[in-house]
């Protein structure tokens, strides 16, 4: 990500409110050109959002970042006078709760970055207009749950971060055969079927690459050990417990070597450290 940002001019301190803000041109052939607005240890981030103006040198604001910021809450009519944003990123914010349409009008939003947060819930509503969405990054949250239609129509989402959360699995399979490239999965309680389920998909031609675990081969040996064990056991949905005191002391002498994918391998723009620190 940092190829993306080709700095052309100076930073600026911006007076308008106490937060600290900063702000930095971006080449117009840039993945994301126009001026990217920081701002960290915002007060009230409402009012620190409806200060930026839309210009800055009749370069259009393409880029708001708000960090280290408790918010808990992100109301609906934030960005009401900057819909034609294209990224929005929330990172450190603590924020618990996303009102329905708080992203509505970002209808040429590429990249959301709601990461180190405390989110539980992914909602489909939060995502219903963004459909020119290329990047969602979610990592390091408290996410048990993403609704089904949460990737419905994202024909454009390349590169998802769903890493360091609490998800056992979820329903991924408007992703096969979508533009997705890459894939963070890292640092997950995912269950032994559901992470059975995904190498399926995973080891497909057209999959994206994934940090899931260490390497290709540890992945295709805990698939199938995994389907073994559902061979074995005769229930048609056999309980977590029971197929997990099948699958852990196969795992445990499971000794693999070798290269592999590896979480450095990943594609830097899953890494929000890289965009913003």
Not at 160 to 186: A, H, M, Q, W, Y
Not at 190 to 197: E, L, R
Not at 222 to 239: G, R, S, V, Y
Request: glycine share 2%; charged share 20%.
């Amino acid at each position: 990500m940092k190829r993306y940002l080709a700095v052309v001019a100076f930073l600026s301190i911006l007076s308008f409110t106490s937060a600290s803000c900063v702000y930095l041109f971006s080449a117009q052939d840039e993945f994301i050109p126009g001026v990217w607005y920081k701002c960290f240890n915002v007060k009230d981030y409402k009012a620190t959002i409806n200060g930026i103006n839309q210009t800055v040198e009749e370069i259009p604001v393409t880029s708001i970042n708000i960090i280290d910021t408790k918010i808990e809450k992100l109301e609906e009519g934030v960005f009401t006078q900057h819909e034609d944003l294209l990224v929005v990123t929330f990172i450190g914010c603590e924020i618990k709760e996303i009102e329905d349409r708080a992203f509505r009008n970002l209808k040429l939003l590429k990249m959301l970055i709601l990461s180190k947060n405390k989110l539980e819930v992914l909602k489909a509503v939060w995502f219903e207009n963004l459909s020119n969405l290329a990047v969602l990054v979610v990592n390091d949250n408290r996410v048990k749950q993403i609704e089904s239609m949460m990737f419905s129509n994202k024909v454009n989402l390349t590169a998802l971060g769903l890493g360091d959360n609490k998800l056992e699995c979820f329903d991924f399979t408007p992703l096969i055969n979508s533009s997705l490239s890459v894939i963070s999965l890292r640092e997950n309680p995912w269950s032994n079927k559901c992470q059975a389920d995904m190498s399926n998909w995973l080891k497909l031609d057209n999959a994206p690459r994934t940090d899931l675990i260490d390497t290709q081969e540890s992945w295709s040996e805990w698939a199938n050990i995994t389907w073994n064990c559902l061979n074995k056991i005769t229930e048609t949905k056999p309980d977590n417990n029971v197929l997990n005191s099948c699958v852990q002391p196969a795992l445990d002498n499971l000794i693999i070597e070798g290269p592999g994918v590896t979480t450095e391998q990943i594609v830097e723009i899953l890494d929000d450290s890289l965009l913003f620190h």
